[in-house]
């Protein structure tokens, strides 16, 4: 039997201003951490056919990946994770700082390279 249909409520936390050029050593932590989560796709999709199939498909879908947005860029790192559990990925998308956020993904990538 079936129920009511169920009621969500959904809100959208104010992720952290993050501004490029504003803090220049907060620039080039966030740039190092981007290069390097970029470097890990690569060098996991040369491993894994897998893993290279994924970033394939998930590519073009232009709005998931945008360099000049840490935030977009952790997510799409985290989403390539297909060994992450549901907690370690969890976390990565409660982040609001970006550079811990990206921090994460890439701790999820590195897995991958395991």
């Known amino acids: 039997e079936v129920g009511p249909p169920i009621d969500v409520t959904v809100s959208h936390w104010d992720r952290l201003k993050y501004v490029r050029g504003e803090d ?59 060994g992450g559990d549901a907690e370690d990925l969890q976390a990565v998308l409660e982040e609001k700082d970006p550079e811990l956020r990206l921090h994460k993904s890439l701790v999820l990538l590195s897995k991958e390279k395991e």
């Open 24 to 82: 220049s050593s907060r620039d080039d932590t966030i740039r190092a951490l981007s290069q390097e989560v970029l470097g890990t796709i690569r060098e996991v999709a040369q491993m894994n056919a897998l893993f290279k199939e994924q970033v394939v498909n998930l590519v073009p879908s232009s709005h998931m990946f945008d360099m000049n947005d840490p935030y977009r860029l952790a997510d799409f790192a985290a989403a390539l994770s297909i």
